[in-house]
């Protein structure tokens, strides 16, 4: 489990690509408080330390994430927000994060307001039951709180302080996000579907 509060930023360093799989090394002073077997999210994706060293670990991107995140699309020198799992008796700043990304959206637009940034961001028809304005949502790994949400697309409002310590500064219209839906919800349809 992950709370969505970004630790570091870690920068692709080498991409490997494995029989459909691929072999990702991350370049951050963060992998010296890592464990081979740790899980860490990775923009949201919970991934588990295959090697490490003093500045850098690695872990391998199965067929199954390829499909469901945007980590197809990473490339060398590309920033990504890193945090590593939630431990008993620690605080929960964000919200629950599983760190199973449910899909992809895009970057419809980024729009700077005073003081902070708004993204507008499109997603799959089929998740819009999983979305709920002033709800939270995992983008890229950040817990974030649904500003605004219309039938294809939500807007999330981002504070100075996430905008330059998240990899999302780097980001531009087009881009795909990881998005991971409130746990809470998914498991209120799921009974609901059940009962009907």
Not at 34 to 48: F, K, M, P, R, Y
Request: net charge negative.
């Amino acid at each position: 489990m992950f709370t969505g509060i970004i630790e570091a930023l870690g920068t692709v360093a080498r991409v490997d690509d494995q029989a459909g799989a691929r072999r990702i090394t991350y370049a951050t002073p963060l992998s010296a408080e890592l464990e081979v077997d740790d899980s860490v999210a990775i923009n949201g994706v919970c991934q588990t330390v295959v090697a490490r060293d003093a500045s850098s670990f690695q872990t391998v991107v199965i067929e199954e994430t390829l499909r469901k995140t945007n980590f197809g699309d990473l490339r060398v020198g590309e920033s990504v927000n890193l945090e590593r799992s939630l431990r008993m008796g620690d605080r929960l700043d964000g919200h629950l994060v599983q760190g199973h990304a449910d899909c992809t959206g895009r970057i419809d637009s980024i729009t700077q307001e005073g003081t902070n940034w708004l993204l507008q961001v499109s997603f799959p028809d089929e998740w819009a039951p999983y979305i709920v304005g002033r709800g939270s949502i995992a983008l890229e790994g950040i817990s974030l709180t649904v500003a605004r949400l219309e039938r294809t697309n939500f807007t999330v409002a981002i504070i100075p302080y996430t905008w330059e310590h998240t990899n999302l500064h780097a980001r531009r219209a087009g881009d795909a996000v990881n998005l991971e839906f409130d746990i809470l919800g998914k498991y209120i349809l799921r009974r609901q579907d059940l009962q009907s």
